[in-house]
């Protein structure tokens, strides 16, 4: 996925000199940037190996573990949306794990060209044999923070996040 390695990361110092070169540089706004986006690319990379012994994606898991979480059945624009896909992406995935028993379609009473889409047995099955190995490797993955660290990501993370969604929504004029 094109990680950077520690040694690709620019140095701080590196940075701050640009900033003679080009002023309008924020050595911490990009070193943080860099950082931040560094992480979630390792993070990802490892938890995918993670799953991949237990032969899912990351995509399949969501769109599972959003199944099992809501009470009935889902329209293919809920699990696009919960799964942070397109819906094009969603109907690939549900494919798949229609194919392998995971989940079940059925007609939408409202909507005579959509299907609710809604967990099998099988696939809580599957749900439940996966996520005490991924949870513990995400766990493992997250240990050289403490527990006090690790909320303070979450709040910090959770704060980027409310302002990055207000640009976006800047950015569409207004449109949700």
Same mark, same amino acid.
């Given at each position: ?18 900033? +003679?070169? =080009? ?18 690319? /390792? ?9 991949? +012994?237990?032969?899912? &994606? ?24 919960? $799964?942070?896909?397109?819906?094009? @992406?969603? @109907? ?12 079940? +379609? ?8 959509? $299907?609710?889409? /809604? =967990?099998?047995?099988?696939? /809580?099955?599957?749900?439940?044999? =996966?996520?005490?190995?991924? @949870?513990? +490797?995400? $766990?493992?993955?997250? &240990?050289?923070? &403490?527990? &006090?660290?690790?909320? @303070? ?14 640009? =976006? ?8």
């Amino acid at each position: 996925m094109g990680e950077l390695l520690p040694s690709q990361i620019p140095d701080y110092c590196r940075l701050c000199e640009l900033t +003679r070169k =080009i002023p309008e540089i924020n050595p911490d706004e990009v070193m943080t940037m860099i950082l931040l986006r560094s992480a979630a690319d /390792e993070l990802t990379a490892l938890l995918q190996v993670s799953l991949d +012994r237990f032969g899912i &994606s990351e995509g399949r898991l969501r769109v599972l573990g959003h199944l099992i979480d809501r009470e009935g059945p889902a329209t293919h624009s809920d699990l696009a949306a919960a $799964s942070r896909v397109t819906k094009g @992406t969603v @109907t690939g995935l549900i494919d798949g794990l229609e194919r392998d028993g995971l989940v079940k +379609r059925s007609a939408c009473e409202h909507d005579r060209r959509g $299907s609710l889409i /809604e =967990i099998t047995a099988e696939g /809580e099955k599957t749900l439940k044999r =996966i996520l005490p190995g991924h @949870t513990r +490797r995400l $766990s493992e993955l997250m &240990s050289s923070l &403490s527990k &006090s660290e690790q909320k @303070t990501l979450t709040k910090l993370l959770r704060k980027l996040r409310e302002g990055l969604h207000a640009e =976006i929504e800047n950015e569409r004029g207004g449109k949700s």
